[in-house]
Structure formats: structure tokens, C-alpha cells
């Protein structure tokens, strides 16, 4: 039979923290019913994202980064690194970019039953 292993020592880590988006906007959620939809995003080397919104707060893992998002609303860009949590912005223009290395985002919504958190912009 198996020798009893002592148990290893859980861990908790905090991962972030926070009452505003990455553009310092206050978190906007959905009012009344809800859903939550995790999505995992995987962005090649060298791609991007179309350029797009949000109408509510979009939480990110970056899980295998850096990513690099772009906000075409107020021109900042910022790269994010392996393990931080973001809050994406709200209603403002962006897109999020691979460099070199494939990307993979875990993505969290909360949205009102049966809605998507992704508005596209509309071609000029």
C-alpha cells in the first residue's frame, strides 16, 4: 500500500485587487440577473484582437503573456505580464496584442442572461 504523505501546505496568493478598470473608470456590472462566462483567449504571435468594447467590467487572467492592450480612446498602451489580473476598460475603443510569444487570456463576464460583453467597432 501507499505511504501516507504528509499534506502539502495550501497557499493563497493574492492576485489583485481593485474598484476601478485599468483607465481608472469605477467597475461597471450588469444590474439584476446575471450570468457568468469565462472564456479562455488564445492570441498568436504577433496578432491582435479586432478593435473593440465592453458595456460591463471584463475581468482578465493574463495566463501566458505579455499581452499589450492598446486603448484608441485615450491612446495609452500598456503591457500586461504572466499572472496579473486586469479590469478591462468600459466602453472605450481598444484592442490587446501578442508580441512574439502566444498569448493565452482567461476572461471573466458577468453579463445580463443570454447577452455578450463585446461590441465591435464599426468599420470607418
Known amino acids: 500500500h501507499m505511504a501516507h504523505m504528509p499534506a502539502g501546505k495550501i497557499?493563497?496568493?493574492?492576485l489583485g485587487r481593485t474598484a476601478t478598470t485599468i483607465?481608472?473608470?469605477?467597475?461597471?456590472?450588469?444590474?439584476?440577473?446575471?450570468?457568468?462566462?469565462a472564456t479562455a483567449m488564445d492570441i498568436p504571435p504577433g496578432a491582435a484582437?479586432?478593435?473593440?468594447?465592453?458595456?460591463?467590467?471584463?475581468?482578465?487572467y493574463v495566463e501566458r503573456g505579455p499581452v499589450r492592450i492598446t486603448n484608441h480612446d485615450n491612446g495609452q498602451a500598456h503591457e500586461?505580464?504572466?499572472?496579473?489580473?486586469?479590469?478591462e476598460?468600459?466602453?472605450?475603443?481598444?484592442?490587446?496584442?501578442?508580441?512574439?510569444?502566444p498569448v493565452r487570456l482567461v476572461v471573466i463576464d458577468l453579463v445580463?442572461?443570454?447577452?455578450t460583453n463585446m461590441v465591435m467597432k464599426p468599420a470607418p
Request: a positive charge; zero cysteines; proline letters at 11%.
Open 49 to 60: 484582437t479586432a478593435i473593440h468594447q465592453h458595456p460591463w467590467s471584463r475581468f482578465v
Open 112 to 115: 445580463p442572461p443570454g447577452a
Open 23 to 37: 483607465s481608472g473608470q469605477p467597475l461597471r456590472l450588469p444590474q439584476g440577473a446575471s450570468e457568468m462566462v
Open 11 to 14: 497557499v493563497s496568493t493574492p
Open 80 to 87: 500586461y505580464q504572466t499572472g496579473q489580473v486586469i479590469a
Open 89 to 101: 476598460v468600459v466602453a472605450q475603443w481598444h484592442e490587446g496584442r501578442a508580441g512574439n510569444t
